[in-house]
Structures are given as C-alpha cells and as structure tokens.
C-alpha cells in the first residue's frame, strides 16, 4: 500500500464500530444504519416503529407531550454530539450510515401530526423520505450550510448540519402535510 494514506481514508460502518461506542450506537439508529441498501429510508422506518412503541408506552394527553417535548430536546443535543462524534470516527463529514437525524425528524413529525392512523403516518413517512432524499429548495440550501470547506476538519458544524437539513425536510414535510390537511377538509 505504498502511497495511500490510510489514516485519513474513510472508514466503514460495521457492527464492530456500531457496538464500539455510544454515540455509534446512537448515529447508527441502533444498526439501521447499517442496512447496504437505502439505510436512510431503513433507519426511518425504524423511526416509525420506535415511535409507534414508546407512543404506546407513554401514551396520551399532557403528561405525555411533556416526555416526548424532553425527549426530543435531549434527542437533538445527543444527537449533535453523536452524529459529529460518528463522522469523525469514519472520516466522513455527512455519512450515509448515520441515521439519527432522519429517526430524531420523523418522531418530531409524527409527534406534532399525532394523532394519525397508519395511512397519515405512511403519508407523513413518504413525504419526509421525498424532502430528504431529494433536498428541494431550503432543504438543498440546509445541506450546503455546514459542508466542509477545503482544509477544515470535521466538527461540531458538521454533526449540526447533519441534524439541521433533516430538521428542515421535516418542516417543509411538515407544510405540505397542513396543506393537504386542509385541502381535504
């Protein structure tokens, strides 16, 4: 391997990794991440079945809004933290495998839209996948906003930016969610 520089080339995601530090665990979705094909859409999938089993645990009414608030304040901070945390660990400034900003997007979604049967939640899923995935307009601009720039290292800006863009395809899915919503009614 002459000539390669193998202290700066990215690194893979694999179970050893994922199992080697919380905050790999956490980026990961738990190994959803993980998945070789389409983890993004594996690891919002695995979104909205954790939502759907802590929304049975914690249940209904004031009390529960109050957890879920908390828990997605302390979601977005830890998140912060383990995405940036991740994509130093890879040598990857915006990894595929790190799913956290796409499970931490949609539990913010459904939370707000809740409640909604299968087909609102299918619906809600599908448009945030369409707005992450193809980044149109402030979702675009949220990607670029925390890149690299050429000689910089990976840091606190990057984790943000990994959690911010998502954070804005969840707020645009969002939109068009109060649109339909009130073109059906």
Do not use: Y
Request: hydrophobic share 55%; net charge neutral; glycine share 10%.
């Amino acid at each position: 391997m002459s000539g390669v520089n193998t202290m700066n080339a990215p690194r893979r995601a694999t179970v050893a990794l994922l199992l080697s530090h919380p905050a790999h665990f956490i980026a990961f979705g738990a190994g959803s991440g993980l998945s070789p094909v389409a983890p993004g859409t594996v690891g919002t999938l695995w979104a909205w079945l954790s939502f759907l089993v802590m929304q049975h645990w914690l249940g209904t009414g004031p009390q529960a809004d109050l957890i879920w608030a908390g828990i997605l304040i302390l979601g977005w901070l830890v998140g912060c933290w383990a995405c940036t945390h991740t994509a130093r660990s890879l040598r990857v400034s915006d990894p595929g495998s790190v799913v956290w900003d796409e499970i931490w997007a949609l539990w913010l979604m459904l939370w707000i839209l809740s409640p909604l049967d299968w087909r609102g939640q299918l619906l809600a899923f599908a448009t945030f996948r369409f707005f992450d995935v193809v980044k149109p307009g402030p979702v675009g601009w949220a990607d670029q906003l925390f890149k690299l720039k050429p000689g910089q290292q990976i840091g606190w800006a990057q984790g943000l930016g990994i959690m911010f863009d998502d954070l804005v395809a969840a707020l645009c899915a969002l939109v068009v969610m109060a649109v339909i919503a009130v073109t059906l009614n």
